[in-house]
């Protein structure tokens, strides 16, 4: 159980254009899924939490009209990055907090999606 | 200060000896605590997670929790060259921000 899906998983486009990519919990519900992006060698810098239904919140810096998130049911939510830029290119992971009665607020991720803007 | 800290590593240890991991965080709200293992390249998967002093183990993990000293350990029992990844330590608050707040991880190298 507790299995998130990414698509797609890479995707290369041209500066300036816009890409989407969404996640999905597979056999349970999430209220709410995290937006995380990786550098190279970097560790996972959250950028947004998604709440089903409501505006997502997005951490310092992040740039909401940049990174469009939206999500519109239980087990998907997408994040469009806008007019990307070279510099946008990075590992782009979703997680989604777990089922279960753990109390421990446990985060399971989704196998990311590497993004390149040429 | 950062909120959580690892050692960057690399850590080296020899197959089938134990590996240990090490994290501190500073905020002492922080109420639950993950250790995530990932390959280059792949998504965090979870190993294990604790909330309560003391040690919780899973096979060949333990979890060690000291909230007085704001300190987390995992520990890798009769290491393998598979358990080669990064491991990075996350907590979660009690209150105010629900999402994970990650360390930089530590690379692990288990030597065959």
């Known amino acids: 159980g507790a299995v998130v899906s990414q698509h797609p998983s890479w995707v290369i486009c041209k500066s300036g254009t816009s890409v989407k990519i969404e996640c999905r919990s597979l056999d349970f519900q999430a209220t709410t899924m995290f937006w995380y992006r990786q550098f190279p060698k970097q560790s996972l810098m959250l950028m947004a939490t998604?709440?089903?239904?409501?505006?997502?919140?997005?951490e310092q810096g992040v740039e909401k009209d940049k990174f469009l998130i939206n999500h519109a049911s239980l087990t998907l939510s997408t994040l469009t990055v806008t007019s990307a830029h070279p510099e946008d290119s990075s590992f782009y992971i979703c997680s989604a907090r777990g089922p279960g009665t753990s109390g421990g607020g446990e985060q399971y991720f989704g196998p990311g999606t590497r993004l390149t803007v040429t | 200060q950062k909120e959580v800290e690892q050692n960057s590593g690399p850590l080296s240890v020899p197959e089938g000896a134990i590996a240990s991991l090490n994290c501190t965080y500073s905020?002492?709200?922080?109420?639950?605590f993950f250790w995530y293992r990932q390959y280059s390249g792949k998504s965090p998967e979870l190993i294990m997670f604790?909330?309560?002093?003391g040690d919780k183990e899973d096979g060949r993990f333990t979890a060690q929790l000291n909230k007085a000293s704001q300190y987390v350990s995992l520990l890798i029992r009769d290491s393998q060259p598979s358990d080669s990844a990064t491991y990075l330590c996350a907590v979660r608050r009690l209150r105010g921000r629900r999402a994970l707040t990650f360390g930089s991880g530590t690379r692990l190298q288990v030597q065959p």
């Open positions: 998604s709440n089903e239904g409501s505006k997502a919140t997005y």
């Open positions: 604790i909330y309560s002093n």
């Open positions: 905020d002492r709200g922080s109420q639950s």
